[in-house]
């Protein structure tokens, strides 16, 4: 099954796609994952694309294709993947409709307000990649994962939030229309608990796993 997860920054796409991939089996492909190891790894790619992250704003959509390209090249995208955060814009959506015919693509939506509180107390785990808020976390540290000490991730400062808010409705939200007219759209409202959301999207997916 070959799927992209839209929806603003926040609503929960990585949160979901880590455990839905590992239940349908395919590879979870986050391209925000892909850049901040580059960037920890300070790699050409991960230099070039700081400074745009950073900022709040997209990474240019040809070292976005480059990565993405490369990624989907690999052996274990052959029975599908699960894209996290591509694409945002409607180049990057055109340039993948060239290449591959999604199944779905699923449009998790939160209203702003609840947007700004996840992002602001969300810690992440550096290793694992798994992402907690500080209200459930009930003043643990660590990766109930892998054990690692969690991070809060350097754009979630609130002026880069915001920045990130505004760029998604000026630069992605039409990317929900894009895939309505090909009639592969699933919306779902991730307003409410995980498990819930999980539930619906699987269900949408036609998995009850
Ligand atoms: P990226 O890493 O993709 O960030 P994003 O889209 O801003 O998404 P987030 O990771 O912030 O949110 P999420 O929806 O995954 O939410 P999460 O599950 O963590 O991209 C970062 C940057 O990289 C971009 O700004 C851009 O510069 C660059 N980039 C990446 N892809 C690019 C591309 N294609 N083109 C150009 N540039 C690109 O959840 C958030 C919080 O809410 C957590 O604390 C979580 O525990 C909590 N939570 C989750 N679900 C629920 C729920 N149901 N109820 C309550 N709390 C919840
Ligand atoms: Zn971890």
Same mark, same amino acid.
């Given at each position: 099954?070959?799927?992209?997860?839209?929806?603003?920054? /926040?609503?929960?796409?990585?949160?979901?796609?880590?455990?839905?991939?590992?239940?349908?089996?395919?590879?979870?492909?986050?391209? @925000?994952?892909?850049?901040?190891?580059?960037?920890?790894?300070?790699?050409?790619? /991960?230099?070039?694309?700081?400074?745009?992250?950073? *900022?709040?704003? $997209?990474?240019?959509?040809? $070292?976005? $294709?480059?990565?993405?390209?490369?990624?989907?090249?690999?052996?274990?995208?052959?029975?599908?993947?699960?894209?996290? @955060?591509?694409?945002?814009?409607?180049?990057?959506?055109?340039?993948?409709?060239?290449?591959?015919?999604?199944?779905?693509?699923?449009?998790?939506?939160?209203?702003?307000?609840?947007?700004?509180?996840?992002?602001?107390?969300?810690?992440?785990?550096?290793?694992?990649?798994?992402?907690?808020?500080? !209200?459930?976390?009930?003043?643990?540290?660590?990766?109930?994962?892998? @054990?690692? $000490?969690?991070?809060?991730?350097?754009?979630?400062?609130?002026?880069?939030?915001?920045?990130?808010?505004?760029?998604? *409705?000026?630069? !992605?939200?039409?990317?929900?229309?894009?895939?309505?007219?090909? /009639?592969?759209?699933?919306?779902?409202?991730?307003?409410?608990?995980?498990? *819930?959301?999980?539930?619906?999207?699987?269900?949408?997916? /036609?998995?009850?796993?």
């Amino acid at each position: 099954m070959k799927i992209v997860f839209l929806g603003p920054p /926040g609503a929960g796409k990585g949160t979901q796609a880590m455990v839905i991939s590992r239940e349908l089996g395919i590879p979870h492909i986050s391209t @925000g994952d892909i850049f901040r190891q580059n960037i920890k790894n300070e790699t050409p790619l /991960g230099v070039a694309a700081k400074k745009f992250i950073d *900022e709040g704003r $997209l990474v240019p959509d040809d $070292l976005t $294709l480059d990565l993405v390209n490369d990624r989907l090249a690999a052996a274990d995208c052959k029975n599908g993947y699960l894209l996290d @955060g591509f694409p945002r814009t409607l180049p990057q959506a055109e340039a993948l409709d060239e290449k591959v015919a999604l199944d779905y693509a699923v449009n998790v939506d939160v209203a702003h307000d609840h947007l700004i509180d996840r992002l602001s107390g969300r810690r992440v785990c550096p290793e694992c990649g798994a992402s907690y808020h500080i !209200t459930t976390l009930d003043g643990a540290q660590e990766c109930a994962v892998c @054990g690692n $000490l969690l991070i809060q991730r350097d754009d979630d400062k609130p002026e880069t939030i915001r920045k990130r808010l505004e760029v998604y *409705e000026a630069q !992605t939200r039409a990317l929900i229309d894009f895939y309505r007219d090909k /009639g592969i759209l699933v919306d779902i409202d991730g307003a409410r608990s995980v498990q *819930e959301v999980r539930a619906d999207i699987l269900a949408a997916l /036609g998995s009850d796993a």
